[in-house]
């Protein structure tokens, strides 16, 4: 019998969806609207596997009329949602705080949760909250299951996630470091041990997730035992908006020289930061092709971007004590030999080394860049968190079903 899983990620200003066959693992169709909310007209594009692309522009003036046009576009363009088996709608949601360690069936009471912890995600969590309340609307006899960004990295021991502040800020404010990218590194942490031969459970991994937003993460046994990302998104690694480490005086250094307010802070070393701040892009490959033309600074903000990888790496290493494979992942991991190249290179003493022709060759499935034979070997897994999502959300939905059953 087929699985369909209608998958939501809803932002602040966007909703993308995927519906996913998983007795296949095929995409039935995928979709984004965007600039929800504003006064500008939004863009909906809709494309299904079988049949035309569907597009709108219109004015979406809340997630409600966002997901309405969805299920338009499904309508007018298919798969015809009212003959599809659906089995589950699974949403991200970004933070779950110390409250969700795995997936989890969505009642008023989760979603409330979800709710209270804004003040940990202000961007996100309201988001996703309201496209799990408009969806919940639109598929009443659904399950709904909440896959949590942070639930992965809830198997950190204390020793990485204590912060060395006052108590009272840890137990009254829930001050610690939490982590994110939690189901990609949980999905490709997978596949890379199918592809080293190994159980997860036997195979410790340095995760390299390199997008836009980027973190690292340390896999031992399948678990995550340390993350890049602490309390929000911003600590770790450099990324497109995003400063990633930072000296914590800086702010308190703003504040006394310039006069600038926490409001205004947050606000550049998430949004003004980054590659943004040190080239004027944040895509790395406007970098890449700047640096190529002799660009100080595009050089420069490349070998710091590459630096801070290496750091993690090696630190990773020590925390492991046994790597059985580095990986690389998501957009600028799985694309970009450049940065793969650069962020190991002087790591041949650990056994971490690229093959250049491997590494520069196309291809975008799975695939090892390190020289045959090596002792650490090192991989690229395209991600897949909407499969991830996917998988997670029919578990939960079967286990609910199954424990309702027994109830009657």
């Known amino acids: 019998m087929a699985r369909d899983v209608l998958v939501f990620n809803a932002g602040s200003s966007s909703v993308k969806y995927q519906l996913i066959g998983l007795e296949q693992r095929e995409r039935l169709a995928t979709g984004l609207v965007g600039r929800i909310g504003e006064n500008a007209a939004g863009e909906l594009t809709h494309r299904p596997a079988q049949g035309s692309p569907y597009e709108v522009r219109d004015r979406f003036a809340d ?89 992965f990295h809830r198997t950190l021991p204390p020793a990485a996630y204590t912060y ?53 993460c340390a896999v031992e046994g399948g678990r995550s035992v340390e993350t890049s990302m602490g309390l929000t998104p911003l600590e770790g690694l450099v990324m497109g908006t995003r400063s990633g480490d930072l000296d914590p005086a ?73 790597v059985d494979a580095v990986v690389f992942t998501a957009g600028v991991g799985e694309n970009d030999d450049l940065v793969r190249g650069l962020a190991l290179r002087g790591l041949e003493r650990l056994g971490i080394a690229v093959d250049e022709q491997r590494n520069r060759a196309a291809g975008s499935g799975e695939r090892f860049i390190s020289p045959e034979g090596a002792e650490v070997p090192v991989l690229v897994v395209p991600t897949d968190e909407e499969l991830e999502i996917a998988e997670q959300a029919v578990a939960v939905a079967s286990g609910s079903r199954q424990h309702n059953a027994e109830d009657a």
């Not at 709710?115 to 940990?120: F, G, P, S």
């Not at 080239?279 to 660009?295: F, W, Y």
Request: charged residues 25%; proline residues 4%.
């Open 164 to 216: 060395a502040v006052p108590r009272e800020w840890r137990d009254r404010y829930s001050l610690r470091r939490y982590g994110f990218h939690g189901t990609s590194h949980q999905y490709v942490a997978r596949q890379a041990a199918r592809l080293l031969g190994k159980a997860p459970q036997e195979t410790n991994l340095i995760v390299l997730h390199l997008g836009n937003g980027a973190s690292a």
């Open 63 to 151: 997630h409600a009329q966002a997901l309405d046009a969805i299920l338009a576009a499904f309508k007018a363009s298919g798969p015809d949602l009212a003959g599809t088996d659906l089995v589950a709608v699974g949403h991200r949601v970004v933070h779950g705080g110390d409250r969700f360690d795995q997936p989890t069936l969505i009642d008023d009471a989760v979603l409330a949760d979800i709710r209270e912890l804004t003040a940990l995600a202000p961007l996100h969590n309201p988001a996703n909250a309201t496209g799990i309340e408009v969806a919940r609307k639109a598929f009443p006899d659904v399950p709904h299951i909440a896959v949590f960004d942070t639930a």
């Open 250 to 322: 800086v702010p308190a250094y703003l504040e006394r020289v310039a006069g600038f307010d926490a409001k205004r802070i947050d606000h550049a070393l998430n949004q003004e930061s980054g590659l943004l701040a040190l080239t004027g892009s944040n895509d790395l490959r406007d970098v890449g092709r700047a640096r190529e033309n002799g660009d100080a600074d595009a050089r420069l903000a490349i070998d710091v971007y590459c630096h801070r990888i290496r750091k993690y790496i090696g630190a990773y290493y020590a925390v492991l004590g046994r």
